[in-house]
């Protein structure tokens, strides 16, 4: 008997750890990792490099059709291409951070966006993990995770991922980038940031990477033997 196609949500606010947390699980689970926000980043990359305003709906949707957003593991990490070009770093720009909000609630955006995405979805297992996936693009998942943790922490991580690329930024600069994130996130009208109501919440604050893994692991191992079992 084949084993059922599974599909994990993972959700959560900027730098809630939801991103390595779904990376490991998948890794651990043999499934496919969907990065969405990275999926996000890299269309607003690209609006910035052709210096389109967020307003200019019309050009951003024809940017959007016209572009090659692409997910591929290579040597043991998952990297980003646009239109063909490795842009895994650059996604993680603090200007792309201050804009992705902005270009990522526009609806052209999302909606090429999410079927990109229910397609990873269709053929294998995957974690999924951004901010609409429990609610929006998969709202039949398998099971549902809301991640979240204390603006401190979520600052620091993000900040120690800029000094990994050689990026020396200030902290308090970054907890305001996220807060401010955060409100434009929750309030767009077009697929808003929220928890499901079948979600499990999980706050990171104080865990290690391992124990949240651990964390997801567990549930997920628990409902691929019951499905066994029945």
Do not use: C, W
């Not at 609006?47 to 016209?66: H, M, N, Y």
């Amino acid at each position: 008997m084949s084993q059922k196609r599974l599909v994990i949500a993972i959700d959560g606010p900027a730098a809630s750890g939801k991103s390595t947390t779904a990376k490991l699980v998948a890794e651990r689970l043999g499934f496919v990792h969907v990065d969405t926000g990275a999926m996000y980043r890299a269309i607003t990359l690209k609006v910035l490099q052709k210096k389109i305003g967020p307003q200019d709906t019309e050009r951003i949707a024809r940017l959007v059709e016209s572009t090659q957003i692409a997910l591929r593991r290579e040597s043991g990490t998952m990297r980003v291409f646009l239109d063909g070009k490795d842009v895994t770093d650059e996604i993680r720009s603090i200007e792309v951070t201050r804009a992705v909000s902005a270009v990522s609630s526009l609806r052209a955006v999302r909606q090429a966006m999410v079927r990109e995405q229910r397609r990873m979805g269709e053929a294998v297992s995957v974690v999924a993990e951004g901010r609409d996936i429990g609610t929006v693009v998969f709202p039949s998942a398998d099971l549902k995770f809301f991640v979240i943790a204390g603006i401190e922490a979520r600052a620091k991580r993000r900040q120690g991922d800029l000094l990994h690329q050689g990026v020396e930024t200030n902290l308090t600069e970054i907890e305001r980038a996220i807060e401010e994130r955060d409100a434009l996130d929750s309030s767009r009208e077009e697929s808003p940031l929220r928890k499901a109501a079948d979600a499990i919440e999980l706050d990171t604050s104080d865990m290690t990477i391992e124990a949240q893994v651990d964390f997801v692991v567990e549930h997920v191992r628990r409902m691929q033997k019951k499905h066994e079992a029945s």
